[in-house]
């Protein structure tokens, strides 16, 4: 599997915030291993920075053809294994791979986002793991689902960059769509702030609305200017 700090048609900055985030979230729980994996259509990217113990294990799984991050990604559903040594018959064709044995529990949540017929769309997947069959707790799934969730957001906001930056000079480009003034797009600009300013979510939050106090406007409409201003950036 090759490795990448963004998929084939994301701009050139390594996704830095978001591997941040996801060490933040191994932190959270006592993982022992983190990933995050972009995903493309059918091909997955592990990001540089993501554990090379969970991306052979991925690597596997591209050659098997399937496992529970190929689940996560078919399903769209997070997936917890208690013990990968016990439960690596439910996929044959991996067992015959010999996973890491460093992996005993896992965790996969997947990262999703919405396509273009507004159905749920896997764009990339967070994986923690353990060294010891030490199953997460419910507690801490709900923290790493949560995390996920901001996960998603961020990425949401990269891939909105990019369809600026492709759409930059185009009359009634895609990014008019996207932006629909029914949209309420708070989320993607918090998300924003975050990968290009380096804040936490709620600075973030906080900052959005302290501005939007100061202009007396409403959040939701300097969110909009957040989110345009990646286009006007964009612009010869």
């Known amino acids: 599997m090759r490795e990448r700090s963004?998929?084939?048609?994301?701009?050139?900055?390594?996704?830095?915030?978001?591997v941040a985030v996801a060490r933040r979230v191994a932190e959270e729980v006592a993982a022992d291993r983190v990933a995050l994996v972009l995903i493309t259509g059918d091909e997955h990217y592990p990001v540089r920075g993501s554990d090379a113990v969970l991306v052979r294990l991925a690597e596997q799984e591209r050659l098997a053809g399937e496992g529970p991050g190929t689940d996560v990604a078919r399903t769209a559903r997070a997936t917890c294994v208690?013990?990968?040594?016990?439960?690596?018959?439910?996929?044959?064709?991996?067992?015959?791979?010999?996973?890491?044995?460093?992996?005993?529990?896992?965790?996969?949540?997947?990262?999703?986002?919405?396509?273009?017929?507004?159905?749920?769309?896997?764009?990339?997947?967070?994986?923690?793991?353990r060294s010891q069959v030490r199953p997460f707790s419910p507690a801490e799934t709900a923290v790493v689902g949560r995390l996920a969730d901001l996960l998603s957001l961020m990425l949401q906001a990269r891939a909105l960059d990019d369809l600026a930056a492709d759409e930059a000079g185009r009359p009634g480009g895609r990014l008019d769509e996207v932006l629909d003034p029914s949209a309420h797009v708070l989320p993607l600009a918090v998300g924003h702030l975050m990968v290009r300013e380096g804040l936490s979510e709620d600075e973030a939050l906080r900052f959005l609305e302290r501005r939007a106090s100061e202009d007396g406007r409403s959040v939701d409409d300097l969110a909009r200017e957040v989110v345009r201003s990646r286009a006007d950036a964009a612009e010869p």
């Open 82 to 129: 208690g013990d990968m040594h016990e439960a690596v018959g439910r996929w044959p064709a991996l067992a015959v791979c010999g996973p890491p044995t460093q992996v005993r529990t896992l965790q996969l949540h997947p990262l999703l986002g919405r396509g273009d017929d507004d159905r749920p769309q896997v764009l990339g997947m967070l994986a923690l793991s």
């Open 6 to 18: 963004h998929p084939p048609s994301g701009g050139p900055a390594p996704h830095v915030a978001e």
